[in-house]
């Protein structure tokens, strides 16, 4: 598997794996049992859960949900292949895509709402709370977006490629780099409306090895692996 799986968490849900035969996998969570699969027609890329159900996007740049039971719900081609799971926020799904795409989709039914070009690939998954969204690109920045309809109100310029999801986590955005940087960005209001991101600090790995997992925070600290085959862990105090 070279996808994360996407959990079900309701009692008795399922286990949704994204195999290299390009098929869906459904899978019971408490008996590990294999319950449904679903052709994809090209490499799949990993897979949301979502209540009643799952979605992900496929090599070719089709984007398919299904409901629970294997049924497809709905489907919709996009501009470029998508590797990286969508982003739920509200009743829209953000979807990077390699044409360097943020798509927002509506959950129910997969209809277009907005997209927002990027100057890069969009290789990992955007992260949204509240009514902001942030994707990182493969052209060195980071981009702050409005969720409901894709109006950039920032960016931040990393000075290498940004392969990883991002975080959002109390107010600040983390962000890994290529350059073996990760980055956290606080996220402000301004004064005018809308937001912006300003560079709080920047940790660097040991030798500059490229940083593509997104951060976890565990009992107030900052978790995350890089290249060098080594995993950090950063006071938040």
């Known amino acids: 598997l070279a996808r994360s799986p996407a959990v079900d968490p309701r009692d008795g849900g399922l286990v949704y794996l994204a195999g290299g035969d ?18 994809i027609d090209d490499a799949p890329g990993a897979p949301l ?30 501009g470029g292949a998508i590797a990286a799971a969508p982003t739920a926020t509200g009743d829209l799904l953000l979807v990077g895509a390699a044409d360097g795409i943020l798509y927002a989709v509506r959950a129910a039914d997969g209809v277009e709402v907005w997209r927002y070009q990027t100057g ?32 950039l109100l920032d960016t931040f310029q990393a000075g290498a ?24 960005l606080a996220i402000e ?10 560079r709080r600090w920047t940790f660097h790995v040991n030798g500059a090895a490229p940083v593509r997992t997104t951060p976890a925070v565990i009992a107030n600290r900052l978790v995350f692996g890089a290249n060098d085959r080594h995993v950090y862990a950063l006071d938040l105090d």
Do not use: C, M
């Not at 098929?23 to 294999?34: E, M, N, P, S, W």
């Not at 209540?51 to 489907?75: E, I």
């Open 161 to 184: 490629p940004l392969q990883a999801a991002p975080l959002l986590h109390a107010g600040l955005a983390y962000i890994g780099s290529d350059e073996g940087a990760l980055h956290a």
């Open 189 to 198: 209001s301004r004064a005018e409306g809308g937001a912006r991101l300003r």
């Open 120 to 151: 890069g690939p969009l290789v990992a998954s955007a992260a949204a709370a509240g009514d902001l969204a942030v994707v990182g690109s493969r052209d060195k920045n980071l981009y702050l977006l409005a969720a409901k309809d894709g109006r």
């Open 49 to 78: 859960a979502l209540a009643g159900g799952v979605v992900l996007g496929s090599g070719s740049g089709a984007l398919l949900a299904f409901d629970a039971a294997g049924k497809p719900r709905w489907q919709v081609r996009l």
């Open 22 to 39: 390009k098929r869906l996998h459904a899978v019971d969570r408490q008996k590990g049992t294999a319950v449904w699969a679903a052709d």
